[in-house]
């Protein structure tokens, strides 16, 4: 399974594709940040990003889609604008009929470090470790978008399987 993650935000959005399933080992495809600039109208910063995530989607390709689940912050502006950026991702992968998920930043955080309250050096650490990568991906938003892509693999990724094989079977979930 190809995963892209999502990690969303108007100035840096991560994004990872990882390729992988349970048990087995994960291999790092592509890792990088979508950037717009602060100083462009809200409008144009959405056009940028959804141009730089459709443009990935061509280049790589993914089975799902992993979107980390917007939660409160005391910044009601950040708020604002990580939902824009994370509904843009929502959109550019149901656009293509892919699976899209959207996983917390714990469920991520635990996934990859086994800690839901683990810090952004333990989580890009174990991200290095589990994509048996040379040096950490950097900044965090890649790291960050590649645990998602990472814990959709190892969670969601399974039940999406089960589900497939259900529909192929003849029987819904019940």
Same mark, same amino acid.
């Given at each position: &399974?190809?995963?892209?993650?999502?990690?969303?935000?108007? =100035?840096? /959005?991560?994004?990872? $594709?990882?390729?992988?399933?349970?048990?087995?080992?994960?291999?790092? $495809?592509? $890792?990088?940040?979508?950037? !717009?600039?602060?100083?462009?109208?809200?409008?144009? +910063?959405?056009?940028?990003? *959804?141009?730089?995530?459709?443009?990935?989607?061509?280049?790589? #390709?993914?089975?799902?889609? @992993? $979107?980390?689940?917007?939660?409160? %912050? #005391?910044?009601?502006? !950040?708020?604002?604008? =990580?939902?824009?950026?994370? @509904?843009?991702?929502?959109? /550019?992968?149901? +656009?293509?009929?892919?699976?899209?998920?959207? #996983? !917390?930043?714990? *469920?991520?955080?635990?996934?990859?470090?086994?800690?839901? +309250?683990?810090?952004?050096?333990?989580?890009? @650490? &174990?991200? =290095?470790?589990?994509?048996?990568?040379? @040096?950490?991906?950097?900044?965090?938003d890649a790291a960050d978008a590649l645990a998602l892509a990472i814990c959709h693999v190892w969670r969601g990724g399974a039940q999406a399987r089960i589900e497939?094989?259900?529909?192929? %079977?003849? +029987? !819904?979930?019940?």
């Amino acid at each position: &399974m190809r995963v892209l993650g999502v990690d969303p935000g108007l =100035t840096r /959005c991560g994004v990872g $594709v990882v390729d992988g399933a349970p048990g087995a080992p994960l291999k790092l $495809v592509s $890792v990088g940040v979508i950037r !717009t600039s602060p100083g462009d109208e809200i409008g144009v +910063r959405l056009i940028g990003l *959804e141009r730089g995530l459709e443009e990935l989607l061509d280049a790589v #390709h993914p089975d799902a889609v @992993a $979107v980390e689940r917007v939660f409160s %912050q #005391h910044n009601v502006t !950040t708020v604002i604008g =990580t939902a824009q950026a994370g @509904a843009i991702a929502i959109a /550019c992968g149901a +656009r293509r009929g892919l699976p899209v998920a959207l #996983h !917390t930043p714990s *469920e991520a955080k635990a996934a990859v470090t086994g800690n839901g +309250r683990a810090d952004k050096a333990q989580v890009t @650490a &174990m991200v =290095t470790r589990l994509l048996r990568l040379d @040096a950490p991906p950097k900044p965090a938003d890649a790291a960050d978008a590649l645990a998602l892509a990472i814990c959709h693999v190892w969670r969601g990724g399974a039940q999406a399987r089960i589900e497939a094989a259900r529909i192929r %079977q003849g +029987r !819904t979930r019940q």
